[in-house]
């Protein structure tokens, strides 16, 4: 589970700009932040999952690989947006995605 100090509230940065990047799985938001940390949030739209099962363990997969990736990740706040897959992705699949979107 992601620590406190690296959750992000969504509310506060829906429909926001920010720099975006893209990958076959997701939309990844940048957004300066004064924190000294990373901080992450992740969405899962009804057209992604259909049930709300699938959606909170999508929503917990993007999380846990951004928790593996916390060390090396500079400072920011970091908003995840899935896209809907034809097969479901694997941790791994998006644990380097988000890797390479971020060192880009």
Known sequence: MLPKKNRLKIQDYLGKRGRTLRSPLFILKIFPSSFPHPRFGAVVG???RNTA???????RMLLGCAEEALKKIPPGDYLI???TTKEAPTRRM???QLISL???
Do not use: F, M, Q
């Open 102 to 104: 971020i060192t880009s």
């Open 53 to 59: 099962v699938g959606r909170n363990s999508l929503r």
């Open 94 to 96: 998006i644990y380097e």
């Open 46 to 48: 009804k057209r992604v």
């Open 81 to 83: 947006v899935a896209h």
